[in-house]
């Protein structure tokens, strides 16, 4: 037996074509599912009970479980747990122009960024589609409205689950299931090279955002591990690709690190890497996190660094700060609910 949030629409199609039914079946079960929100097949009121008998011998419902939820303005953060009692994380943003979620794609990470409290906690699996799909489910029923748009940057790296990942993806995006367009879709990687050559084949308008976070390999080395298996100029060589075959705009994250990463030079070095790319850098201010020494830096420095930018027209963005009274960092609510 499948669980339902793990099928795509396709391979439900093909579902019913190989049991020589109706594949129009299909269009009625994704709309039940994903439109009216159903929790059994029994609650299905437009297909025979043959139907639905045979989808209950094939098929089951399952979703994770919210067990925490904290809240600040515009923001609401959610730990859910698994059915093997992990725990994951997603956050929901409201902007001016949606509500935005990003999710988690593995139970931690194994990237060993050294900043970040997600990779703290050492991966232990992939989550599964459902476990993806089910998140933004279960936060729309929360809140009582509508995402628009989706980030997969939360626990874990996307690209170490990528076949997960596209048929989440694929899952979302689809007209008949939660029907999120393609270009409100951003999936993050800290740089693993091949998946970001496979991605710019993907046949779907999705955004790709590349964590980055120093302008040049010793500084990246020092803090991306995965810096020392694809260095600057592989990632960047791998997105002029993406770029050239795509014709899509990349985002590059920067996470400012006070003393670290947030000097002059560093913003001029970064400037000399980007020039001329289809490109912009959002800058984002450090969430701080009692496990991590790194802070977050000052005002003044964030504001320099992007003026740098600015000036040799390189499109730049300063995140909006989010969630001062919870947990805000990726895996700082698992962390400190798994240590107590």
């Known amino acids: 037996m499948q669980n339902i949030y793990n099928v795509t629409f396709e391979e439900l199609e093909k579902y019913f074509i190989d049991k020589n039914d109706k594949k129009f079946k299909a269009v009625q079960v994704f709309d039940w599912v994903y439109k009216k929100r159903i929790k059994s097949f029994d609650e299905m009121r437009n297909v025979s009970k043959q139907t639905i008998k045979d989808l209950n011998e094939n098929f089951y419902f399952e979703k994770l479980s919210i067990i925490k939820k904290q809240e600040d303005t515009d923001v609401k953060k959610y730990l859910f747990n698994l059915k093997d009692d992990e725990k994951v994380e997603a956050v929901v943003m409201y902007h001016d122009y949606g509500t935005s979620i990003c999710i988690s ?14 990779g703290r906690l050492k991966k232990v699996r ?8 089910t998140q933004i489910l279960l936060v729309e029923e929360d809140i009582g409205q509508r995402i628009s748009h989706i980030v ?14 596209i048929k989440f993806i694929d899952i979302v995006n689809s007209g008949k299931g939660l029907d999120i367009g393609s ?19 993907y046949d779907k308008q999705v955004n790709l955002a590349i964590s980055l976070h120093a302008p040049n390999n010793e500084l990246r080395n020092s803090i991306m591990n995965i810096n020392k298996v694809y260095k600057i100029e592989d990632i ?13 705009r990349v985002t590059f994250e920067y996470i ?16 000399d890497l980007l020039k001329g790319l289809n490109c912009y850098v959002n800058l984002i201010p450090y969430n701080e996190t009692s496990h991590i020494e790194y802070k977050k830096s000052d005002k003044e420095s964030i504001l320099k660094f992007y003026d740098i930018l600015k000036k040799n027209n390189i499109g730049v963005t300063i995140r909006r700060e ?13 962390s400190h609910y798994e240590e107590g």
């Open 322 to 334: 989010f969630g001062s009274k919870v947990n805000a960092a990726c895996g700082q609510l698992r």
């Open 126 to 133: 992939n989550l599964e589609v459902y476990e993806m799909v």
């Open 183 to 201: 270009r409100h879709i951003t999936v993050s990687t800290c740089g693993i090279v091949p998946k970001i050559k496979e991605f710019s084949n």
């Open 105 to 118: 794609t593995q139970v931690g990470c194994n990237m060993g960024c050294k900043f970040c409290e997600s």
């Open 256 to 271: 400012l690190l006070k003393g670290i990463n947030d000097t002059k030079k560093c913003a001029l070095e970064l400037c």
């Open 152 to 165: 997969l940057m939360g626990i874990g790296e996307p690209f170490d689950n990528y076949d997960n990942v």
């Open 236 to 248: 960047m060589a791998s997105v002029k690709e993406y770029i050239a075959k795509t014709n899509r």
